[in-house]
């Protein structure tokens, strides 16, 4: 399948891993690219530039297709160290970038300087005309239903995909509840040039996480996620779980009063406790809705063979069948 995305990131197929903390390390990212897709290790995730330049190096030795870093720019404790990890991904030869969180504005001169691609996930229309007018080569729009931060709008992506499309002339594609062939078709007749699935690739075999949290994405559905964090207008898609339930009961009994400090216990420093140790009460993580639609743990060629092979059946018969 040939699509704007495809061309512009030199991809097999339009399905993107997007960036995921403490998920997205080498192995997954060379798997999705191996597989065709493009993998993303997410920048950090890693602690220093020198250890993302290790990874960026580990990655290369498991695949020689193109893959990218996440660089997420959030309100975090304290400020990471941008410039030095930019330096990381151009020293390491990466040619494309998925940024997130704030405008990249201020560094992307940097990454246009060193020829890299840069595709911004977002999750408005308004943010992403910014984005394509300050030189962002593509755009993930990232609807109401993906895990993680799904912005203050709350537009699904039915309504999401269909006015960016309207609006942009850069390349995107669907994020946020994307899980299978049906999603990827669905998008591309949206108007997207492809999809950027997250929660789907945490259950996958590749993907170096604890069981623990494959297994609850598997057991979870559509309605057992909770939106954290939203009195901070920082807004976060997270699974349920006692921690999460606990932090929604500080969030009633502040309201107004709210402050980051008072719910640090629940989501600061607990994905490594979650993903490494499958401690699945230790606190708040990110999971889109689309758990609802995950019912098996492929392994990440398994995955996107049956998305590709799926969707071109879904096209031709299922679709082309209705005009006959
Ligand atoms: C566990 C987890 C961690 C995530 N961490 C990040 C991150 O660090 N940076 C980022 O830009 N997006 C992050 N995301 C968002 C994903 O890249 C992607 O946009 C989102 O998962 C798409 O929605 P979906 O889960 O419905 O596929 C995360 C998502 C999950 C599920």
Redesign the pocket.
Known sequence: MKTRITELFGIEHPIIQ????Y?GFAELAAAVSNAGGLGII?G?TQKTPADLANEIARCKDMTDKPFGV?L?FLPTVSSPDYPGYIKAIVEGGVRIV?T??RNPQPYLPHLKDAGIAVIH?CTSVRHSLKAQSIGCDAV?V?GF????HPGEDDIPNMILLPRAAEELDIPFVA????ADARSLVAALALGADGM?????F?ATQEAPVHENVKKAIVAATELDTRLVMRPLRNTERVLTNAAVEKLLEKERELGDKLDFKDIMEEVVGVYPRIMKEGDMDAGA??????AGLIHDIPTVAELVGRIVSDAEELISKRLGGLLA
């Open positions: 997007g960036g995921m903390h998920v997410t950090l996440n997420t998925e997130a969180g996930k993930s990232d239903e993906c895990g993680g994020s946020g509840g994307m950027n699935m997250g929660t789907r945490i993580w990110s999971c889109g809705m689309v």
